[in-house]
């Protein structure tokens, strides 16, 4: 057929090894391995509230996820031609939703998202995203991830009531075990039955453990809330129940509520390029891993190590990040997750127009994703928060002038509950070890004026009061 043998060439499907029905079943793999994001993107971005006290819509955040998932995966296949899905990404969503959005409204931080996409495809196009990368050391980018995965889980165990802040105590703990120092009540249960579910898979390495733990314990979390009769508070922000309608037209209320240049009138310069530093770090190393991770699972790897259409892929890479600004949604990115596809035989980019096809399809299911309760999602992000820890293993412990920014990095995160925060300790800390080793010639320029920044940050009141700001 001359539509298939044209398809066949444009992606070059037999020349990698690879068939129709491969591509297909690799697309499919990929897309129940990530769609806990439609779920996980909505909880994080969805339960906290912007510096005026206004909270996204579940149902606008499950359209907006998904528009974006669908659009630049598509995009990917068609463009970059690799087995690479894209959605918000986890991390990155963290800083929108706990960093961003206390210090201004959910428009200007949706507006740095897009200004941090602008500028990745800015340092792509003008080649400087690999000098970027250069800059950082490796055990950095490492702890940095880590650091992430503790947050993460943190937010988790906190979502799901599982950990709870002390009310009204001074000179004690500030969280402590459940909502009286003890575990009690049915939605903590099912979290904590869901948090052994989602691992015991991923320990016989189903795929799509994830997604079959949050799909699971929600059915529980339905049949508790109606058996038991619970107060619908019990549950929090959402009430597990079976929706009235499966199918619903997508809400894309939220598409376009984005500010280019609000957030500059909200919060001082230092902390605004902090900000947007922080996503584009995020961002930026995550996006390098994985492409390489997946094409070299793949096989597809040249005899350097380059990744075929690199330039393309990281354009459209850093123009997820601006859709997904654009649409609410947070930052998009690829996914490490795309690699279930290339398990099931996935070469080319015909797999990623599948998933694509797929994250349109779910554009229709919203009223599925917002049945699910927050204890039922919140053991993919301990879950998620373990595969980030897992890099731990490769930081020397025994070099203190790495060991220790590490640390720092890992351990400011979620003690001061800011991802920009750990980043900055551990970038100080390696400064100034490097320095006081006499290795200060070791450190790119671009890190020494990075953690110049961050000194400034961390000493902006006293600061303000000497020039008396």
């Given at each position: 057929?001359?539509?298939?043998?044209?398809?066949?060439?444009?992606?070059?499907?037999?020349?990698?090894?690879?068939?129709?029905?491969?591509?297909?079943?690799?697309?499919?793999?990929?897309?129940?391995?990530?769609?806990?994001?439609?779920?996980?993107?909505?909880?994080?971005?969805?339960?906290?509230?912007?510096?005026?006290?206004?909270?996204?819509?579940?149902?606008?955040?499950?359209?907006?996820?998904?528009?974006?998932?669908?659009?630049?995966?598509?995009?990917?296949?068609?463009?970059?031609?690799?087995?690479?899905?894209?959605?918000?990404?986890?991390?990155?969503?963290?800083?929108?939703?706990?960093?961003?959005?206390?210090?201004?409204?959910?428009?200007?931080?949706?507006?740095?998202?897009?200004?941090?996409?602008?500028?990745?495809?800015?340092?792509?196009?003008?080649?400087?995203?690999?000098?970027?990368?250069?800059?950082?050391?490796?055990?950095?980018?490492?702890?940095?991830?880590?650091?992430?995965?503790?947050?993460?889980?943190?937010?988790?165990?906190?979502?799901?009531?599982?950990?709870?802040?002390?009310?009204?105590?001074?000179?004690?703990?500030?969280?402590?075990?459940?909502?009286?120092?003890?575990?009690?009540?049915?939605?903590?249960?099912?979290?904590?039955?869901?948090?052994?579910?989602?691992?015991?898979?991923?320990?016989?390495?189903?795929?799509?453990?994830?997604?079959?733990?949050?799909?699971?314990?929600?059915?529980?979390?339905?049949?508790?809330?109606?058996?038991?009769?619970?107060?619908?508070?019990?549950?929090g922000l959402t009430v597990p129940s079976f929706p009235d309608d499966i199918v619903a037209l997508p809400d894309f209320g939220l598409v376009g509520s984005f500010s280019l240049f609000g957030a500059f009138e909200q919060v001082g310069a230092v902390t605004l390029v902090l900000l947007v530093f922080t996503l584009l770090l995020s961002d930026f190393f995550d996006t390098m891993g994985t492409v390489v991770g997946v094409s070299s699972e793949a096989g597809l790897l040249d005899e350097r190590g380059r990744v075929p259409n690199l330039g393309r892929v990281l354009l459209i890479d850093g123009a997820a990040a601006v859709a997904g600004g654009a649409a609410s949604a947070s930052s998009g990115t690829s996914y490490i997750e795309s690699?279930?596809?290339?398990?099931?035989?996935?070469?080319?980019?015909?797999?990623?127009?599948?998933?694509?096809?797929?994250?349109?399809?779910?554009?229709?299911?919203?009223?599925?994703?917002?049945?699910?309760?927050?204890?039922?999602?919140?053991?993919a992000l301990v879950a998620v928060g373990f595969l980030l820890m897992a890099q731990v293993r490769h930081i020397d412990w025994q070099s203190y002038e790495i060991a220790i920014p590490a640390f720092l990095t890992i351990a400011v995160m979620p003690f001061t509950y800011s991802i920009t925060n750990g980043i900055g300790a551990g970038f100080l800390a390696y400064v100034t070890l490097k320095a006081a080793l006499g290795k200060a010639r070791e450190v790119h320029p671009l890190l020494w004026g990075a953690a110049a920044l961050f000194a400034v940050y961390f000493a902006i009141d006293p600061i303000e009061q000497l020039f008396g700001a």
């Open positions: 057929m001359p539509a298939a043998q044209a398809v066949d060439r444009y992606f070059r499907i037999s020349e990698r090894g690879s068939s129709v029905a491969r591509e297909v079943r690799g697309g499919f793999a990929t897309f129940f391995t990530m769609a806990y994001i439609l779920v996980l993107n909505p909880l994080i971005l969805g339960s906290t509230e912007d510096k005026f006290g206004t909270q996204l819509s579940t149902g606008q955040l499950v359209t907006a996820t998904a528009l974006v998932a669908a659009v630049m995966t598509a995009a990917m296949g068609l463009g970059g031609n690799l087995p690479l899905a894209l959605a918000a990404g986890l991390g990155l969503n963290a800083v929108v939703a706990y960093q961003l959005a206390p210090l201004m409204s959910w428009d200007d931080a949706m507006g740095l998202v897009v200004l941090e996409g602008i500028l990745i495809c800015l340092l792509v196009v003008t080649g400087l995203r690999e000098a970027v990368m250069h800059a950082i050391p490796k055990p950095l980018k490492q702890a940095i991830s880590v650091g992430i995965g503790m947050f993460i889980a943190f937010i988790g165990f906190i979502d799901a009531g599982f950990a709870t802040r002390i009310p009204g105590e001074t000179g004690s703990v500030p969280v402590q075990l459940g909502a009286t120092g003890q575990l009690s009540g049915w939605p903590v249960l099912v979290f904590c039955l869901g948090v052994l579910l989602t691992i015991a898979l991923m320990a016989r390495g189903v795929r799509g453990a994830i997604l079959i733990s949050i799909v699971t314990m929600t059915a529980v979390a339905i049949a508790i809330n109606e058996l038991a009769e619970m107060r619908p508070l019990a549950w690699a279930a596809g290339v398990g099931e035989g996935a070469r080319t980019g015909f797999a990623s127009l599948v998933t694509g096809a797929l994250f349109g399809l779910a554009l229709f299911l919203t009223p599925l994703a917002t049945v699910v309760p927050a204890q039922a999602a919140a053991p």
